[in-house]
C-alpha cells in the first residue's frame, strides 16, 4: 500500500547502520532544491501493546533523516505487510552502497534480535544475512571497530557456511569463531608492525601477511575444501612462523587488494 505516514509514527528498524551525514546532507539539498519528495521509503507496520502503531523503515533511513531536517510533517511510503520485510535491510537497500562493516554490523545486529525472537536456524535466513562470514565480522567489529574485516573477507567466505542450530544457540560458536580471528588478527599486527620497523610502507600490509598465510591461496582446485577450524589454525600457525626479514619492497610492490583502512 502506498501511504503518507506521520512523520512521528516512523523510525529506523534500530539494528541498521549508523546515519551518514555526508549523505543526509545531499539528500536535503536536493529535496529542497527540486520541492518534492519522489522516492518513497519501504515502512512495516509495528503494532504496540503500550502505544499506538508505528512504522519501522528498513529502506530509507537517509531520506527520512532528511526529510524530518526539512520540516515535513508526513513522509510518503510503501507500506509492506509482511513484518519479515523488516529483517531485509541488505536485499532491499538501494538507498547508499554498504561497505563491509556496515553490512557486518547490520547483520549481527539483526542476528541478536531474531535469536530473541525465534527458534529457526541460520540457513532459514540466508537472504537476511546474504552471507555467513558476515555474522562472524560483525561479532570482531563490535569488540574491535578499527578491525580490517577486508583483510580476512576473502578466506572466511570460503570456509564458513550458514549452521543448522537455533540462533541462540549457534551464537556461542559464532563467538568462539569471532575470538579465534581476532586472536589471528593480533599475531598479523605484530607482523605488519615489525614490517613497518624494517622501513617497508604500503596501504596493504596487512592484506599482504594475511595473503602470505592463506591456506587456501595455492590450494588445488580439486582438494577438498577446508572447514573454518582448518583454515584458521593453519593461517594462526603460518603467521607465528612468519619472517619479516625475508620480505623485500619488491614483495609488497607486487601486491594489490584491500587497503587496510579501506574501511
Known amino acids: 500500500m502506498l501511504a ?18 555526508t549523505h543526509v546532507r545531499k539528500l536535503e539539498a536536493v529535496i529542497g532544491k527540486i520541492g518534492r519528495f519522489l522516492d518513497p521509503i519501504i515502512a512495516v507496520r509495528t503494532p504496540k501493546p503500550d502505544h499506538a502503531a508505528k512504522y519501522w523503515t528498513p529502506n530509507g533511513n537517509h531520506r527520512l533523516s532528511a526529510m ?33 562493516r556496515e553490512k557486518a554490523l547490520e547483520v549481527i545486529r539483526m542476528y541478536k534480535e531474531l535469536a530473541r525472537l525465534d527458534d529457526v536456524t541460520e540457513d532459514i535466513y540466508a537472504l537476511e544475512f546474504e552471507e555467513p562470514a558476515l555474522i562472524t565480522l560483525g561479532l570482531c567489529y563490535e569488540e574491535r571497530p578499527r578491525f580490517s574485516g577486508g583483510a580476512y573477507h576473502p578466506v572466511l567466505k570460503r570456509v564458513e557456511e550458514f549452521l543448522r542450530q537455533p540462533l541462540h544457540t ?32 604500503s596501504p596493504y600490509l ?32 603460518a603467521a ?4 619479516p626479514d ?6 609488497l610492490a607486487k601486491t594489490g587488494g584491500v587497503s587496510d583502512d579501506s574501511e
Open 68 to 100: 524530518r531536517t526539512l520540516g515535513a510533517k508526513s513522509i510518503v511510503a510503501i507500506v509492506v505487510p509482511e513484518p519479515s520485510a523488516a529483517y531485509q535491510i541488505l536485499a532491499l537497500n538501494t538507498e547508499k552502497a554498504h561497505n563491509l
Open 170 to 201: 549457534a551464537m556461542d560458536l559464532r563467538q568462539q569463531r569471532a575470538k579465534t580471528v581476532l586472536a589471528l588478527d593480533d599475531l598479523i599486527v605484530k607482523q605488519v608492525e615489525a614490517l613497518k620497523a624494517k622501513g617497508l610502507t
Open 206 to 237: 596487512k592484506s599482504f601477511v594475511v595473503a602470505r598465510v592463506n591456506p587456501i591461496r595455492f590450494r588445488p582446485k580439486d582438494a577438498p575444501p577446508l572447514s573454518f577450524d582448518d583454515a584458521l589454525d593453519r593461517m594462526t600457525q
Open 4 to 21: 503518507a505516514l506521520p512523520i512521528e509514527l516512523v523510525e529506523p528498524t534500530p539494528y541498521q547502520r549508523n546515519l551518514s551525514d
Open 240 to 243: 607465528a612462523k612468519f619472517n
Open 246 to 251: 625475508k620480505i623485500k619492497l619488491g614483495d
